[in-house]
């Protein structure tokens, strides 16, 4: 169950990681896509939150315990903070490489569940994936690939 326990807490970590990067391009977003992705890069932190605390509840409820400092989200999470990335498409293209990142690591979060037999984690994990792909789709049509 260790492995379930660390595979929930490394996606608390990463979209705590996630909803800071994204306030940073929510506040540092400039140019003709302003108004744009200022309200995107918002919706996408308050989603960020949501997915941190469904995680984390997840995991509390099946006897684990979720990370819950900034350190451990840093010294945990498989995606990076933001490099100071300060254009709109170096923004969304990072966006879009952290997204696929999570998408792998969910799709092995689902395994796992599969294998602890816990239809709830994975139709979590399989809800999250929906949200992935649509955000790459959209994300990647906004850059025209």
Known sequence: ??????ALNV??????????????YHWFVKGPQFFTLHEKFE???NESASVVDEVAER???IGGEPVATMKEYITIATIEETKGETNANEMVSSLIND????????????????????????D???????KLDTHIWMLSAYLGE
């Open 1 to 6: 169950m260790e492995n379930l326990y660390s």
């Open 11 to 24: 996606q608390v970590a990463n979209w705590s990681v996630l909803y800071t990067k994204l306030h940073r």
């Open 99 to 122: 997204y696929k990142h999570l998408k792998t690591e969910i799709k092995e979060l689902a395994g796992l569940a599969e294998q602890y037999d816990n239809d709830v984690i994975n």
């Open 124 to 130: 979590l994990a399989v809800g999250l994936l929906v």
């Open 43 to 45: 919706e996408l932190y």
């Open 59 to 61: 995991l509390l409820a």
